[in-house]
């Protein structure tokens, strides 16, 4: 079959490798639509996770079954299906302690385009298929399905981490598509203000319409400033870091209330150390939490992810600003997401 690769940092490229088979619990799909995320631009162009040869890359799609191992129960050749960009072991001890995104070891559950080929191939493989895979909703399109595969997730996972309660204000650092995301989850938390921080004309138009309600730029000053402005100096209650990098955390600190939470969803491709500003944090004593997290994959989340947009209470048609046809389009798509034009949210690509 034929992939798009990564061949070593820096370097992507076409490949051909032979097709996954699957085992007894594991299931075989080729990809409807798929998409490029960030992080396939840390892992390619940072070396975030370390050199990788020949890995087909790509962790974001819908897909349709075409093949099932003898012990899969509830899928088939045919079934047109939602794939989660985390895919624990769930018979694994941290799946039972409650982390199935560190089954087997730390982001473990995180196997596309990290030690396993990804989506971005004629056909992709997908451990326990029963635990992970999800039937499309009707009336889900497989474009606006890529989006449940890791930008509503992971978005909403930070507004999780962040415990986001009725009536708080929050503060979402970064407003690409998982900032988004995070936006929108925080909304149907119930969040009475959300102060949003990006500068992109489509991502602030896309920002109100998903609940922020403020917005600050990096631009005008510093962001704990700005926010402790717009407040009266008493900061927000909680803090969602979806962008950004490993400074972002001391803005984030510095203009959230003793008390407070911080989740962060972004995937920190660079940099040694996160510096937490001593002063502001209480000296240590002033019970901010701060909480990162990869997000929870598997086939409940799915189904109540799917849910949320087959009702129409999501619309995550928002996020998606660039589409091409045809499965050739994958490294354009690609390209697109490492530019990030202005008028860039999200590309797709439907096969």
């Known amino acids: 079959m034929k992939g798009f690769a990564m061949l070593k940092i820096g370097q992507v490229g076409w490949i051909e490798k032979e097709r996954p088979v699957p085992g007894p619990m594991d299931a075989i799909c080729r990809p409807l639509a798929l998409a490029p995320c960030t992080s396939d631009v840390h892992t390619v162009w940072e070396g975030a996770i ?3 040869h020949n890995m087909i890359l790509g962790h974001e799609c819908c897909g349709e079954v075409v093949e099932v191992g003898s012990l899969v129960k509830d899928f088939k050749p045919g079934d047109k299906v939602l794939v989660p960009a985390i895919t624990p072991d769930w018979n694994s001890l941290e799946a039972q302690a409650g982390f199935s995104m560190h089954s087997g070891g730390m982001l473990a559950g995180w196997k596309f385009s990290n030690f396993k080929d990804g989506v971005f191939g004629e056909f992709f493989h997908v451990n326990d298929a ?3 895979l999800a039937l499309l909703p009707e009336g889900v399109s497989p474009a606006d399905a890529t989006m449940l595969s ?3 997730p992971t978005g909403f996972h930070g507004a999780e981490l962040a415990d986001v309660q ?10 690409g598509p998982v900032g988004l995301m995070s936006v929108a989850g925080t909304a149907l938390r119930g969040a009475g203000r959300i102060i949003a921080v990006g500068t992109r004309k489509a991502c602030v138009e896309a920002a109100k319409f998903y609940g922020a309600s403020d917005f600050v730029s990096y631009k005008d000053g510093p962001i704990d400033q700005q926010v402790l402005d717009l407040t009266k100096g008493k900061g927000v209650d909680k803090v969602i870091i979806a962008g950004g990098t490993v400074d972002s955390f001391a803005p984030a600190v510095k203009c959230l209330k003793p008390g407070g939470k911080i989740g962060n969803v972004n995937y920190l491709g660079s940099g040694e150390f996160v510096k937490v500003p001593r002063v502001e944090w209480g000296v240590g004593m002033g019970h901010k939490v701060i909480a990162g997290g990869l997000m929870p994959g598997g086939r409940l989340r799915m189904e109540k992810l799917g849910l949320l947009v087959s009702s129409g209470r999501l619309d995550v048609s928002k996020l998606l600003t660039h589409r091409f046809e045809g499965f050739k ?3 354009d798509a690609l390209m697109l997401m ?4 202005d008028d860039l949210i999200k590309p797709v690509v439907v096969l």
């Open 50 to 52: 370390g050199d990788r």
């Open 130 to 132: 029963d635990g992970n």
């Open 166 to 175: 009725y009536g708080d204000t929050v503060l979402v650092i970064g407003i």
């Open 150 to 152: 890791d930008m509503v």
């Open 338 to 341: 490492k530019a990030k034009p």
């Open 329 to 331: 389009h994958v490294e």
